[in-house]
């Protein structure tokens, strides 16, 4: 059962990202998840034809770099496609394109996850396991709070990130899972597969149940934060008579244009 775990975690990780994904950028969610596809595709090709580093990271970084500048100037033009859904019950939230630069950089650190494991992945892991049972302050703070415990539990984020995975996690469902995993899919952080994977196999120990409680309190105090402050900063409103902005004084517009920013949807 315990093998089974893994499978389950990004089974479900997969199938609420695809929901929230759905929900959040309406019908036009299919083209970045489209996207995301080609991409997957496109890694599992390179990395079967054997080429060299250089020629997979040349490749990569044109072929990222050209999909970053068509989102940019042709995104508008993909999502004029699609009808109007304003009306319906299944409506955009928020445009793909304002996520597609995170979008972006959890493709690469897939595509180079997966290169690297396949290419170099046992030598990789044990580099990992040897630098950070000698060198890692936090990995040694955790082994001690655990009582000597030597378990992947124990083991800190940069050896999460920097140890390969078997070449079977590479799979489309991890894939999946870990582009759509909606914690860090709107605004980040940014995070590896490798380490996406590995807490899908062990979570970590490094924060204390009390030390976790706090922070859950801290989420909580910002959420309600953002609420109380938007029910008073109409920002929305601001886009309807854009003429009102030459009549705030220079701190209130200066605000305004940050929430504009923040909230840009």
């Keep these: 059962m315990r093998n089974n775990v893994p499978l389950v975690c990004t089974f479900f990780f997969g199938f609420l990202g695809v929901c929230f994904v759905a929900f959040l950028h309406g019908p036009e969610f299919c083209v970045p998840f489209i996207l995301a596809l080609m991409n997957y595709g496109f890694v599992v090709f390179f990395v079967g034809s054997g080429v060299s580093y250089r020629v997979f990271m040349a490749v990569m970084w044109l072929s990222q770099l050209t999909l970053l500048f068509l989102v940019r100037f042709c995104g508008e033009k993909l999502m004029s496609v699609f009808p109007s859904t304003s009306d319906s019950m299944w409506s955009r939230k928020l445009r793909w394109t304002v ?8 493709m690469v650190a897939f595509n180079m996850d ?3 494991a396949f290419r170099d992945g046992p ?3 044990e580099r990992a396991v040897r630098k ?8 040694a703070q955790m082994r001690e709070a655990n009582r000597g415990e030597n378990s992947p539990t124990t083991r800190c984020y940069r050896f999460r990130t920097e140890s390969s995975c078997h ?7 991890s894939y999946i899972a870990y582009m759509l995993y909606i914690p860090l899919y709107v605004a980040g952080p940014m995070s590896s597969f490798n380490a996406f994977a590995s807490h ?15 922070y859950a309190l801290r989420v909580l105090t910002l959420y309600l934060t953002l609420i109380f402050m938007l029910h008073f900063t109409f920002v929305n409103a601001f886009r309807m008579r854009p003429e009102v902005f030459w009549e705030l004084s220079v701190f209130e517009s200066s605000s305004l244009l940050y929430y504009c920013l923040a909230f840009r949807g």
């Design 123 to 125: 030598a990789q892991r």
């Design 167 to 173: 070449p079977r996690e590479y799979n489309l469902l």
């Design 114 to 116: 997966m290169y690297e």
């Design 99 to 106: 996520v597609f630069n995170m979008y972006t950089l959890r």
């Design 200 to 214: 899908c196999h062990c979570t970590t120990v490094s924060m204390p149940r009390r030390q976790m409680v706090l």
């Design 132 to 139: 950070h049972d000698t060198n890692c302050l936090e990995c």
